[in-house]
């Protein structure tokens, strides 16, 4: 019996995520777990080595893109036909299905027209010149099931069991046969289940946790960033006095300024993380604006907006006290910290903050349909440095938006501001004048704060001497990245 469980251990990776994946649909995935089974199973034209960061071939065999930069021609592998990849981006792009990577095809002047130029050639041509074009490819699935890995069975709430896909293009196979992966919420049983060997990989480790783990690898800062946001849909089902606070750029500084965002990286993060001043990380130094907002009383900013404190409790004009509820995932012990944290701050000011955590997908059902929320504290996961990756976040129209998502017109000028810089520096391969464009988009976020960014965590994984060849990256997902070459082995 034991021979047999080594020969198992042998043939399967196994490691577990935090949610269960809220769709099966590649071109809808949006959730973490969604895309790491994406990621895993899922075929695309080009994959961006996590690594070195560079575009490799995988469906595509090659590309040429034009002079102009507005058109780019892939040739395909046998095992795909122009007219797949084709009919993948008519539905993708088919508002109907309201995909938030469409939102990354989006330019002023119109949005991409995919042709077949012959069963294996495929041209993407898009209506003004566009930058680092070919790096928008690695986040389209093309067809279904053409990744190293499939869907073997299915367990909601339990576990997923991957095996390697015999009909995969690229030889030889994954080394693995299986990967299973479980979900579990608990960090503190993941972690014990990691001692024990029953899971190899940790992919996100909590700050908390990495010190108690002698494998643990820190990669350094990554581009993610954690943040919170106030409901500001005028369709939200909130009162009409919360939904005016948070209306309110003089409101959202003052909670923004009272924030101690060290104190988040030194005692949630126990240093392992940077203070946020906007959407870009320090570290992604070709689009990072230097510089912060001004630092200001946030008392005084309440007061000037007519807000006063009556026996230690913040009230508006109408005498209405401020207080709202804070929704956040649950089983996330780093994100329920920051809130405390968050909570303690902002009652100095005399505003009350009621914490409530849900499970993934009522998350996000209150984010994106329902509206049935007031603010909430969620992160961001960042794999392109460049700025249209965040198209389908900062558009009014996205699905994404945060604060006010799906928009028909953008309802603020600030916002419609913001639409017409984005989508112009999409529009042209020029850096300079994308750097002048993106670098506006990043002081308007100041000088609004829609969104209150408040750090940005570095790349904690912890990996198993049971493994050989994991490589782990500061880019999503971070050890099983090459999943196709890792190797298990006995202890």
């Given at each position: 019996?034991?021979?047999?469980?080594?020969?198992?251990?042998?043939?399967?990776?196994?490691?577990?995520?935090?949610?269960?994946?809220?769709?099966?649909?590649?071109?809808?995935?949006?959730?973490?777990?969604?895309?790491?089974?994406?990621?895993?199973?899922?075929?695309?034209?080009?994959?961006i080595n996590r690594l070195t960061q560079k575009p490799e071939p995988e469906l595509?065999?090659?590309?040429?893109?034009?002079?102009?930069?507005?058109?780019?021609?892939?040739?395909?592998?046998?095992?795909?036909?122009?007219?797949?990849?084709?009919?993948?981006?008519?539905?993708?792009?088919?508002?109907?299905?309201?995909?938030?990577?469409?939102?990354?095809?989006?330019?002023?002047?119109?949005?991409?027209?995919?042709?077949?130029?012959?069963?294996?050639?495929?041209?993407?041509?898009?209506?003004?010149?566009?930058?680092?074009?070919?790096?928008?490819?690695?986040?389209?699935?093309?067809?279904?099931?053409?990744?190293?890995?499939?869907?073997?069975?299915?367990?909601?709430?339990?576990?997923?069991?991957?095996?390697?896909?015999?009909?995969?293009?690229?030889?030889?196979?994954?080394?693995?046969?299986?990967?299973?992966?479980?979900?579990?919420?608990?960090?503190?049983?993941?972690?014990?289940?990691?001692?024990?060997?029953?899971?190899?990989?940790?992919?996100?480790?909590?700050?908390?946790?990495?010190?108690?783990?002698?494998?643990?690898?820190?990669?350094?800062?990554?581009?993610?960033?954690?943040?919170?946001?106030?409901?500001?849909?005028?369709?939200?089902?909130?009162?009409?006095?919360?939904?005016?606070?948070?209306?309110?750029?003089?409101?959202?500084?003052?909670?923004?300024?009272?924030?101690?965002?060290?104190?988040?990286?030194?005692?949630?993060?126990?240093?392992?993380?940077?203070?946020?001043?906007?959407?870009?990380?320090?570290?992604?130094?070709?689009?990072?604006?230097?510089?912060?907002?001004?630092?200001?009383?946030?008392?005084?900013?309440?007061?000037?907006?007519?807000?006063?404190?009556?026996?230690?409790?913040?009230?508006?004009?109408?005498?209405?006290?401020?207080?709202?509820?804070?929704?956040?995932?649950?089983?996330?012990?780093?994100?329920?910290?920051?809130?405390?944290?968050?909570?303690?701050?902002?009652?100095?000011?005399?505003?009350?903050?009621?914490?409530?955590?849900?499970?993934?997908?009522?998350?996000?059902?209150?984010?994106?349909?329902?509206?049935?929320?007031?603010?909430?504290?969620?992160?961001?996961?960042?794999?392109?440095?460049?700025?249209?990756?965040?198209?389908?976040?900062?558009?009014?129209?996205?699905?994404?938006?945060?604060?006010?998502?799906?928009?028909?017109?953008?309802?603020?000028?600030?916002?419609?501001?913001?639409?017409?810089?984005?989508?112009?520096?999409?529009?042209?391969?020029?850096?300079?004048?994308?750097?002048?464009?993106?670098?506006?988009?990043?002081?308007?976020?100041?000088?609004?704060?829609?969104?209150?960014?408040?750090?940005?965590?570095?790349?904690?994984?912890?990996?198993?001497?049971?493994?050989?060849?994991?490589?782990?990256?500061?880019?999503?997902?971070?050890?099983?990245?090459?999943?196709?070459?890792?190797?298990?082995?006995?202890?």
């Open positions: 019996m034991k021979l047999m469980l080594l020969i198992f251990l042998a043939g399967q990776l196994r490691f577990a995520l935090h949610d269960e994946p809220k769709t099966t649909d590649p071109l809808l995935m949006a959730d973490e777990s969604a895309e790491a089974i994406g990621y895993l199973t899922e075929g695309v034209l080009i994959r595509a065999t090659s590309w040429k893109i034009s002079k102009d930069s507005t058109k780019i021609t892939f040739q395909l592998r046998p095992n795909i036909t122009s007219d797949v990849v084709v009919k993948t981006f008519e539905r993708l792009l088919d508002p109907a299905l309201h995909s938030p990577i469409a939102d990354t095809f989006k330019t002023e002047k119109g949005t991409v027209k995919v042709t077949a130029q012959g069963p294996s050639t495929v041209t993407a041509e898009f209506p003004a010149p566009t930058a680092s074009i070919e790096i928008m490819f690695d986040q389209v699935a093309i067809g279904s099931g053409l990744g190293p890995f499939v869907v073997a069975e299915r367990k909601p709430g339990v576990f997923i069991l991957l095996k390697k896909n015999p009909a995969y293009w690229k030889k030889p196979l994954p080394q693995v046969d299986t990967i299973r992966i479980d979900i579990e919420q608990n960090r503190d049983l993941e972690l014990l289940r990691f001692k024990r060997g029953e899971i190899q990989l940790i992919d996100k480790l909590t700050p908390d946790l990495f010190e108690r783990i002698p494998e643990a690898v820190d990669a350094g800062p990554t581009l993610d960033s954690e943040f919170l946001w106030f409901n500001q849909a005028k369709r939200a089902p909130i009162q009409e006095h919360t939904k005016d606070w948070f209306r309110s750029a003089a409101f959202r500084h003052a909670v923004s300024q009272a924030i101690q965002r060290a104190d988040l990286c030194r005692v949630v993060y126990r240093g392992h993380a940077t203070p946020a001043v906007g959407p870009i990380a320090p570290s992604n130094k070709l689009w990072f604006k230097e510089g912060s907002a001004s630092k200001l009383d946030p008392l005084k900013l309440l007061i000037s907006d007519g807000f006063h404190l009556e026996n230690g409790v913040l009230r508006d004009r109408a005498g209405n006290a401020v207080e709202f509820s804070l929704i956040t995932n649950a089983g996330s012990k780093t994100r329920e910290r920051m809130a405390a944290m968050i909570q303690e701050d902002l009652s100095k000011l005399g505003i009350k903050i009621n914490i409530v955590t849900l499970d993934f997908p009522s998350l996000i059902e209150r984010m994106t349909r329902t509206l049935n929320y007031e603010a909430c504290l969620l992160g961001l996961v960042n794999v392109d440095p460049d700025p249209s990756e965040m198209m389908n976040i900062l558009l009014s129209s996205a699905s994404n938006h945060p604060w006010n998502p799906s928009q028909k017109t953008p309802e603020t000028p600030w916002e419609a501001e913001i639409d017409r810089l984005m989508l112009a520096q999409a529009a042209t391969a020029d850096y300079h004048v994308r750097k002048k464009n993106f670098d506006r988009v990043q002081e308007i976020l100041r000088e609004q704060e829609p969104i209150i960014y408040l750090l940005h965590p570095n790349s904690l994984s912890a990996v198993s001497k049971q493994l050989i060849g994991v490589k782990p990256t500061t880019f999503f997902p971070h050890t099983f990245w090459d999943a196709e070459h890792i190797t298990v082995g006995s202890r």
